[in-house]
């Protein structure tokens, strides 16, 4: 080979490892780019991530929308850091329920030894919570401009301190900030039952809470569940509406187009023509799908949100004893529908035993005697 072919390949070789050298060179730094970006990636999804499930340990509500000023947001942290202070306000007695499902002792004040209500009433103990000085003594707000509709928020309880707390200072702003006039009553259980009796809670809340206020939307609210979106309106309609439609839990889907349950809003009106709920599920599970069995027989349809606004996010906890009976009892929903539900609460073993204004929600405690589950024959 002559010395100008050797040259001439020597420069190719050349300009080969050049060209080598800058596609190394281009994928090195290719590489780096990837792995910054997948760490701000990263970083964004971990910092999303922990806004969305703050409110499920015990720390403070993540509350304010980002786009909301610093001055909003620190007003409000103001407001939510102060809450929950005894207070004297607000004397009243509260309100007459028939009388067959008052106990005769039925205590009327702001303070009470009864020990389910001292449970709840150390919520009230925690300094921080005197920051909603806003809210009037049992749970009341309304805004300066008078409202069309005025709502009750009705939520049944039992041992779930926590939940509670984190429900009240969450659920207020949220609240407010659609500009409700609105109440939030807490129906807690005690007595002989070990079971949850939700339905006999909801029933008996419905006629307390309408002995309290003329109130023209109630809301059956769970404590574990927080809605997510402000768009969530807490209102009523032409019919039942049901609210959290997509709950973290099952993945922001509905589990079953049929479900019924966890937030749900119904006229006065729309409640009484159900004739509310059965009085016979108690412990986990039964007692919505039962609510839709008489829907459906009075063909009245179920209004939703969509999924996007629907959005809820639930605590974390575990579920409560097992309706063994829940299957049996379904099958005569429709049989039982016009004698078993708000008619009769007065007939089962149950009895408002005390009433209270609390900082911020009014509470009703009621005496559930233990039930003896027989099969239900009509």
């Not at 080979?1 to 070789?13: D, F, H, N």
Request: hydrophobic share 35%; with cysteine; charged share 30%.
């Amino acid at each position: 080979m002559s010395t100008a072919g050797i040259a001439e390949k020597g420069v190719q070789g050349e300009v080969k490892m050049v060209r080598l050298t800058r596609c190394f060179s281009r994928r090195k730094w290719n590489a780096v780019l990837l792995i910054v970006l997948s760490v701000v990636l990263l970083l964004r999804l971990l910092h999303q991530t922990s806004g969305k499930h703050l409110l499920k340990d015990e720390g403070e509500p993540n509350e304010f929308p980002d786009d909301q000023s610093n001055d909003v947001k620190n007003s409000r942290t103001e407001a939510i850091m102060a809450a929950f202070r005894d207070s004297s306000e607000d004397d009243q007695p509260l309100m007459n329920v028939e009388d067959d499902i008052v106990d005769t002792n039925l205590s009327l004040s702001n303070e009470t030894d009864d020990q389910e209500v001292g449970e709840e009433s150390a919520v009230l103990g925690d300094p921080w919570m005197d920051m909603l000085d806003n809210v009037k003594v049992g749970g009341k707000w309304a805004p300066d401009t008078n409202v069309w509709e005025k709502i009750a928020i009705v939520v049944p309880y039992r041992g779930r301190r926590a939940h509670l707390k984190m429900f009240l200072l969450y659920m207020h702003p949220f609240l407010q900030r659609q500009g409700r006039d609105y109440a939030i009553y807490v129906i807690g259980q005690r007595g002989q039952e070990l079971k949850f009796c939700k339905g006999i809670l909801y029933n008996i809340g419905f006629i307390s809470v309408l002995k309290d206020g003329d109130y023209d939307c109630i809301i059956f609210h769970d404590v574990d569940l927080i809605p997510e979106d402000d768009r969530n309106i807490y209102t009523c309609g032409d019919t039942p509406r049901h609210l959290s439609v997509a709950v973290d839990k099952f993945n922001y889907k509905l589990p079953y187009k049929n479900i019924f349950g966890g937030v749900v809003a119904m006229t006065p009106a729309q409640y009484r023509l159900l004739n509310g709920y059965s009085n016979l599920f108690c412990g986990w599970g039964g007692e919505d799908d039962d609510m839709y069995k008489r829907m459906h027989k009075h063909k009245l349809e179920i209004s939703r949100p969509d999924e996007d606004i629907g959005r809820y996010t639930m605590f974390q906890h575990e579920l409560g004893d097992e309706n063994k009976q829940r299957f049996n009892l379904l099958k005569t929903s429709d049989l039982r529908a016009d004698k078993d539900g708000l008619n009769n609460v007065g007939k089962v073993r149950a009895k408002i035993t005390s009433m209270s204004r609390q900082r911020l929600f009014t509470h009703i405690v009621v005496n559930v005697g233990k039930r003896y589950h027989r099969k239900h024959r009509m």
